[in-house]
């Protein structure tokens, strides 16, 4: 019943911007993380970006700090992922994600079915 639906993602030359949308539906969010992962061609889907519902702490892993900035809107049930300066090694299918479980980090989750982000250098 959890669905989730990204959009946004495209291709962009290194220094450009693109912003990925996640609408999520099928249950309350208000106890939940929302988060951004991205796998690239051989690699693990690692962890971006992720969100409290509720409190909008946000956490990034270190390679995306101050480029990527991560932020909902909680009237549409959407999470955004804005990514600024973008590196070829951004390059990755992104995915949205939000854990099984409430009040819990990730670990089983949902998945979006990803959208995928190309940087040309």
């Known amino acids: 019943q959890v669905q989730l639906v990204e959009s946004g993602g495209g291709l962009v030359q290194a220094g450009g911007s693109l912003r990925l949308s996640c609408a999520a539906s099928?249950?309350?969010?208000?106890?939940?993380?929302m988060g951004w992962f991205r796998q690239s061609p051989g690699k693990e889907r690692e962890f971006v970006a992720a969100?409290?519902?509720?409190?909008?702490?946000?956490h990034y892993r270190d390679s995306v700090k101050g480029r990527f900035t991560i932020s909902r809107d909680n009237a549409k049930n959407t999470v955004y992922l804005q990514m600024n300066s973008l590196k070829p090694e951004d390059t990755a299918v992104y995915y949205c994600?939000?854990?099984?479980?409430?009040?819990?980090?990730?670990?089983?989750?949902?998945w979006g079915q990803g959208t995928q982000v190309t940087v040309s250098s």
């Open positions: 969100i409290s519902w509720s409190t909008s702490t946000t």
């Open positions: 099928g249950r309350t969010f208000s106890n939940s993380f």
């Open positions: 994600a939000v854990p099984t479980k409430e009040r819990t980090w990730f670990g089983n989750n949902y």
